[in-house]
């Protein structure tokens, strides 16, 4: 017997996918002298001449003193802690990726959830105050999205109750705010070069230090504690970047301005196309003066014709994969549920954008067609 397929299924059937973001990867010849670089000096680790070579290009781009590579974000943020010395417990926001809290159970910490501003959904510094107790000894912020956090608040909450503040700036990369670099507040901000990221070396991350002692110190931290051969001075890790990766950094920053060019085209296109559509609501900024425009996220509200997750479905149906980024939040994980500070009712802004956002496909060899594509799954309803 034979069934006939409707010529129409079997077209969206072979649409090509769509997902929430690619990595940006330049032409593969222009990485081939760089690993013939590598093959000739046989130096693959171990803070060679291409890590070197990033730490400094890295800090002239981002307009930061002092950055220390390490092999992935969540190792830096590990070390941050660690770095510091931080004990306790540390205030931070349920509203980020499970690193952000995963990386104070790593440190024997205890997470103290806040809510967040309804506006730019990062950690809100009316809420941070009364979250302090004697345990308190820093605050972990987000810089969710890449908008930048009220860093002038959070830190007077700091410097009035001597705490410490390391921001994960995963997000982040060359955002910039009027003052300059948003990486340059806190004690300690932490960046990631995931593959997903903005700025990607496959894999990676980095600490932006306030001065070469604190360098020095997290330098150690991150090659198992060694001064020299024979001299170890603190209980290091391997967090080392290899130097392939950071040739591969090397290379994506010769292409990174031309990356941001295209997501911010994207973004306003975006904008432009999903103005007036009911109960869709895009994220404004958080008064960043450069923006990376990482994410692309939406709030279903609603007045939208279908739930948040019944759109979710239906862009999957139609081929596009959206994430809800962030949810559920952490402090719903198992982990983090028992803790006092998890409970909803403290956290009813993050509770209700969990349940209303979709990250919307957004990379830089998005074409218009896809964005036309993506944007109709939306208005279609």
């Known amino acids: 017997m034979t069934v006939s397929i409707p010529t129409k299924v079997v077209a969206e059937a072979l649409q090509q996918r769509i997902y929430v973001t690619q990595p940006h ?12 670089e590598i093959w000739e000096s046989k130096t693959l680790t ?33 070390t941050a802690l660690q770095a510091l010395r931080i004990s306790g417990e540390v205030i931070t926001t349920p509203y980020s990726f499970v690193a952000t809290a995963h990386s104070l159970l790593w440190n024997g910490l205890k997470p103290v959830f806040v809510d967040v501003d309804p506006h730019t959904l990062n950690l809100d510094p009316a809420r941070i105050e009364a979250a302090i107790t004697p345990q308190t000894t820093a605050i972990m912020p987000v810089h969710c999205y890449g908008h ?17 503040v390391i921001y994960d700036a995963a997000h982040a990369f060359g955002v910039q705010t009027q003052a ?31 001065d070469a002692k604190t360098k020095q110190r997290i330098d ?10 024979v001299t170890v001075v603190a209980p290091g890790i391997n967090g080392k970047m290899s130097e392939i990766n950071a040739a591969f950094g090397l290379l994506q920053l010769r292409h990174i301005d031309q990356a941001l060019a295209a997501r911010r085209k994207i973004d306003a296109t975006y904008r432009m196309m999903l103005k007036g559509v009911p109960g869709i609501r895009c994220m404004g900024n958080g008064g960043e003066k450069v923006a ?5 996220p939406i709030l279903v509200d609603s007045g939208y014709s279908l739930t948040r997750d019944a759109l ?10 959206v994430r ?51 944007v109709s799954v939306i208005k279609k309803g």
């Not at 198992?334 to 998890?342: F, H, K, N, Q, V």
């Open 148 to 164: 930048p956090c009220d860093v002038k608040a959070i830190q007077k909450i700091a410097d009035n109750y001597n705490l410490r």
């Open 312 to 321: 979710y479905d239906k862009f999957r149906a139609n081929n596009v994969i």
């Open 220 to 229: 150690h931290l991150k090659n198992f504690g060694f001064v020299d051969e």
């Open 180 to 210: 300059g670099s948003v990486l340059a507040h806190g004690d300690l901000s932490v960046l990631s070069f995931h593959a997903t990221k903005v700025f990607n070396t496959f894999e990676g991350g980095a600490i932006i230090c306030p």
């Open 25 to 36: 990867l330049p032409p593969l010849r222009e990485f081939l002298p760089y690993l013939e």
């Open 292 to 296: 990376n425009h990482a994410y692309f």
């Open 46 to 78: 171990n803070c060679g001449p291409f890590h070197q070579q990033l730490e400094r290009a890295l800090c002239d781009y981002l307009g930061v003193q002092h950055l220390a590579l390490l092999a992935n974000g969540t190792l830096a943020l590990v």
């Open 324 to 374: 809800r980024y962030f949810y559920p939040l952490i402090s719903d994980f198992p982990m983090y549920r028992g803790l006092p500070s998890a409970r909803r009712e403290n956290l009813t802004v993050a509770t209700e954008a969990a349940g209303k956002v979709l990250c919307l496909p957004i990379y830089p060899s998005m074409s218009i067609e896809d964005i036309e594509r993506v």
